[in-house]
């Protein structure tokens, strides 16, 4: 889903997609739909 809405995973990205699996199906896609990049970047990499 990252791929379709930013058109591209790259470094920083990637770099969150393990806090992302982490969070359940249906509020992962919430999630990647809802926030802009710089949002869930910022949610997320706190996480790390």
């Given at each position: 889903?990252?791929?379709?809405?930013?058109?591209?995973?790259?470094?920083?990205?990637?770099?969150?997609?393990?806090?992302?699996?982490?969070?359940?199906?249906?509020?992962?896609?919430?999630?990647?739909?809802?926030?802009?990049r710089?949002?869930?970047?910022?949610?997320f990499?706190?996480?790390?």
């Amino acid at each position: 889903m990252l791929q379709v809405k930013f058109g591209a995973v790259d470094a920083e990205l990637a770099e969150i997609i393990d806090g992302l699996i982490a969070v359940p199906p249906l509020e992962q896609a919430q999630l990647i739909w809802q926030l802009s990049r710089e949002e869930l970047l910022a949610r997320f990499s706190r996480d790390l």
